[in-house]
């Protein structure tokens, strides 16, 4: 079975300081992985994913991740936190040769100070 | 392009009366998913739909849930009888295909009294 660890709830960082989100994950079989954004109210946002390609993805805010096989981490980092960067974050696990459902972590929620 | 649409966007419902969630999916998309999140947790998989057809089910409650995707029209989450437990956020997402990006709708909270 596939699962994924969040480690810390909650997270907090001053506006431009380093942003990073762990994950761990759990598979028998190489996994896709995915970072989504979620905005108060809102429904989730693709940030990033990794399907077996280059092992360090970039995605779309300046985000970026990279998967690490020999620690099964899939770590989400940001060189400068934005104010608008304050989300929930949740890291997913698929299987490629499964039935595309997401298996969610239990989500990391970011705040920014100024 | 409109996103994935879900409606209603709040649902109250007292217990056991029924609840029906729906969703439209981007267009060009055949692929639909439905995902539940309960207070402070992650979203949990329920159902995976293509048109006419239940996928995996693995994730849905054995008794008063159903889900379908008819050929014309948005997909349907029913929940009968409905009890407290199943106040949470509805999240449907939708990819043209396999393997495919699964793109989140806004999602429906149901609040049972």
């Known amino acids: 079975a596939q699962s994924v660890t969040q480690l810390g709830s909650h997270v907090s960082v001053s506006e431009g300081a380093l942003v990073l989100l762990r994950c761990n994950y759990s598979?028998?079989?190489?996994?896709?992985l995915f970072w989504y954004v979620q905005y108060p109210n809102q429904g989730l946002q693709l940030l990033l994913k990794?399907?077996?390609?280059?092992?360090l993805v970039k995605g779309i805010n300046g985000f970026e991740a990279e998967f690490k096989k020999s620690e099964t981490s899939f770590h989400l980092t940001k060189p400068s936190a934005h104010m608008s960067d304050a989300a929930e974050y949740f890291c997913?696990?698929?299987?490629?040769?499964?039935?595309?459902?997401?298996?969610f972590g239990t989500g990391t929620r970011l705040q920014v100070f100024p | 392009n409109a996103g994935v649409m879900q409606n209603p966007r709040h649902l109250v419902r007292r217990r056991g009366q029924e609840a029906r969630l729906r969703c439209s999916p981007m267009?060009?998309?055949?692929?639909v998913y439905w995902y539940r999140q309960l207070p402070e947790e992650g979203l949990k998989f329920m159902v995976y739909?293509?048109?006419?057809?239940?996928?995996?089910e693995s994730g849905m409650p054995k008794e008063r849930f159903s889900a379908e995707f008819p050929k014309e029209g948005p997909s349907i989450l029913r929940i009968q009888q409905v009890v407290r437990g199943d106040s949470a956020a509805y999240f449907c997402?939708?990819?043209?295909?396999?393997?495919?990006?699964?793109?989140f709708g806004p999602g429906t909270r149901l609040l049972v009294l």
């Open positions: 739909l293509q048109k006419e057809n239940i996928i995996d």
């Open positions: 267009k060009g998309h055949s692929h």
């Open positions: 997913a696990v698929s299987i490629p040769s499964g039935t595309d459902k997401l298996i």
């Open positions: 997402a939708s990819s043209p295909g396999r393997k495919e990006t699964q793109y």
């Open positions: 990794y399907t077996s390609a280059a092992t």
């Open positions: 598979s028998s079989v190489p996994p896709y």
